[in-house]
C-alpha cells in the first residue's frame, strides 16, 4: 500500500531540503571524513553511496509502480467480476420469471420485458417455429410489424435448417441468428442486429445463455401444451372430448349471457353407423370416425368447438353464430359428410348423418338444456328420413 499520495510528494521535499539547510555543517563534516578515510584506506565510499541512493530510489519507483499495476489489475478484476455477477443476476432472474411461465404468452411477457436488457439492445427479437408456421415473441411492436415478421421468419427459416441441430451464431443481412433448441428440438431463434454494438466475450456468453433457457422454456410449453392437447382430445377424431366440450359451452352460454351475443348447437349422428361395424368390422368403424373428425376440420372454422361427444355423435359449437348460419353451417357439413368417399381394403363407403340445431336462449346457462333441444332436432331429422337438418322446437318457431 502506497502511504505517500502524490499531493503529499512536494512537501516532504521541502521538508528534506530544509533538513539539508539545517544540517549542512554536520554534512559537509561528514563528507570531509568521508575523504579523509578514502584517501587513507583507498577506497571509493562517495561514488559507491552515490551508486546505492541512485539503486535504492529506481528499486523504491519500481515498487510504486508494481503496487499501481496490482491495484489497476484488481480494480480491472473487481470491474469483470461485478459485470458477471450482473450477468448471473439478470439471467436467474430470466430463469426464475421463464421457470413460473408453462404457456406461450407467459413466456411471451417475459421475453418483451427482459429481452432488450439481456441482449443489449431494443431491437433485439425472438421467433418460435410450430409445426406449421412462425410466431413472434418479441421485437415486432411497430408500424410495419407485419413485413418486419415476415423479414425474421425468412431470416430464423434459414438459420434454423431442419437438419442441423448447432447452437452456434449465424450472421445474415445484418443480424446475428441464435438457434434455440432444447433436447434435440429446433424450438426458435434469437436475432440481434449486428449494428447494436460491439459484441464482447462477456455479451456472446448472455446471449448464448438467454438462448438456452428461452429454448428450454418454450420447448416445455410446447410439451405441457401438447399434454393438455391430449388430454383434451379423442384420439381417434381428433375432436375435443365431452368433458371438455361441456366446459367450453358453460363458458360461451356464460359470455352469451354477458355481450347478448348468439351462440348456436350442432348435434350430428352418422346414420346407420351400426350397420358399417357389422358388415365391415370397428377397425374399419375406427377409419370412418376419423375420416369424419377431418373433414369437420376442413369445413369448419378455427373458432367452432368440434366434440366427439359419444360413440358416433358429434357436438360442434358455433360461438356469436345465429341460428341461420348455424343452419347453413349443418347444412355444408352434411352435404360435405355424404360426398366423403372412405377407402376401406378394396371398398368404397359413403356415409351420411343427420343433424339437429338448436340456439341459446336469452339468459341461458344451463348447458343440459341447449344439448337436450339439440338432440331433440336430431331424433325428428332420424324420424324424417335422415341425411338432413332440423331445427328445435323454439328455432323452427322463431
Known amino acids: 500500500m502506497n502511504l505517500i499520495r502524490p499531493r503529499d510528494r512536494l512537501l516532504i521535499a521541502g521538508l528534506a531540503v530544509a533538513l539539508i539547510v539545517v544540517f549542512s555543517k554536520q554534512v559537509l563534516v561528514l563528507i570531509d571524513r568521508a575523504r579523509e578515510v578514502e584517501r587513507a584506506s583507498g577506497l571509493g565510499l562517495l561514488p559507491a553511496l552515490l551508486i546505492l541512493i541512485v539503486v535504492f530510489l529506481f528499486h523504491q519507483q519500481g515498487k510504486r509502480q508494481e503496487a499501481k499495476a496490482q491495484a489497476a489489475a484488481a480494480e480491472a478484476g473487481v470491474l469483470v467480476a461485478t459485470a458477471r455477477a450482473e450477468e448471473m443476476e439478470r439471467l436467474v432472474t430470466f ?4 421457470g413460473r411461465s408453462l404457456d406461450i404468452d407467459s413466456i ?12 443489449g439492445s431494443d431491437e433485439a427479437w425472438a421467433m418460435m417455429r410450430t409445426e406449421r408456421h412462425w410466431q413472434a415473441l418479441a421485437g415486432t411492436a411497430r408500424e410495419n410489424r407485419r413485413d418486419l415478421e415476415r423479414t425474421r421468419e425468412a431470416l430464423a427459416a434459414r438459420a434454423l435448417d431442419s437438419d442441423v441441430r448447432t447452437t452456434d451464431p449465424v450472421s445474415m443481412e445484418g443480424h446475428v441468428c441464435i438457434p434455440m433448441t432444447a433436447g434435440g428440438h ?30 428450454i422454456a418454450l420447448r416445455n410449453a410446447q410439451v405441457v401444451q401438447e399434454l393438455r392437447e391430449h388430454s383434451l382430445r379423442d384420439g381417434l377424431t381428433g375432436c375435443f372430448n ?3 366440450a361441456l ?12 355481450s347478448h351475443l348468439p351462440v348456436s348447437l350442432i348435434m350430428f349422428d352418422l346414420d ?7 358388415r365391415y368390422g370397428h377397425l374399419c368403424g375406427d377409419a370412418v370416425l376419423a375420416a369424419v373428425g377431418s373433414r369437420m376440420k376442413d369445413v369448419l372454422r378455427g373458432s367452432d368447438l368440434k366434440c366427439r361427444y359419444g360413440g358416433e355423435e358429434f357436438l360442434v359449437l358455433l360461438p356469436e353464430t345465429p341460428i341461420e348460419g348455424a343452419k347453413r353451417v349443418a347444412d355444408t357439413l352434411r352435404r360435405e359428410l355424404a360426398d366423403l368417399p372412405i377407402h376401406w381394403k378394396d371398398e368404397t363407403l359413403n356415409i351420411t348423418a343427420s343433424f339437429g340445431v338448436a340456439m341459446g336462449l336469452p339468459a341461458e346457462i344451463d348447458c343440459e338444456a341447449i344439448i337436450s333441444r339439440a338432440d331433440a332436432a336430431l331424433y325428428r331429422a332420424k324420424e324424417q328420413g335422415r341425411n338432413c337438418v332440423r331445427l328445435s322446437a323454439e328455432a323452427a318457431m322463431a
Open 186 to 215: 429446433a424450438v426458435g431463434v434469437l436475432g440481434i442486429p449486428e449494428n447494436s454494438g460491439p459484441f464482447t466475450e462477456g455479451r456472446w456468453r448472455v446471449l448464448a445463455a438467454t438462448a438456452a433457457l428461452l429454448g
Open 242 to 244: 365431452r368433458t371438455h
Open 272 to 278: 346407420h353407423f351400426k350397420d358399417v361395424n357389422d
Open 95 to 98: 430463469g426464475q420469471a421463464l
Open 108 to 119: 411471451r411477457d417475459v421475453v418483451t420485458q427482459q429481452l432488450p436488457k439481456l441482449a
Open 247 to 258: 366446459d367450453v359451452l358453460d363458458v360461451e352460454l356464460r359470455r352469451a349471457r354477458r
